[in-house]
């Protein structure tokens, strides 16, 4: 099954998203950070690869409740 593209509020600032419930952590470009108003990113201890078991350099991380229809996920960690 894919996974289901959802419209979600971020910020309270409408995205397209693909929803993968269960991943680790979510990734977004920096397109869409700047979409969102340039939220303040916090300092990261987290690591991500991609497929190739290549290590992602993370800019940072944001914690923001996403809402999407009736659902609304708190952010964690």
């Not at 269960?22 to 201890?45: E, N, V």
């Not at 290549?54 to 009736?70: M, W, Y």
Request: charged fraction near 20%; hydrophobic fraction near 30%; proline fraction near 10%.
């Amino acid at each position: 099954m894919e996974n289901p593209n959802a419209n979600t509020l971020p910020f309270g600032v409408p995205t397209h998203l693909q929803l993968e419930t269960a991943s680790d952590i979510t990734l977004i470009s920096p397109d869409t950070w700047r979409k969102l108003g340039r939220p303040p990113l916090l300092p990261t201890h987290h690591t991500a690869r991609n497929d190739s078991g290549r290590t992602l350099k993370l800019a940072g991380e944001l914690a923001s409740e996403v809402t999407f229809g009736d659902n609304r996920i708190e952010p964690c960690c």
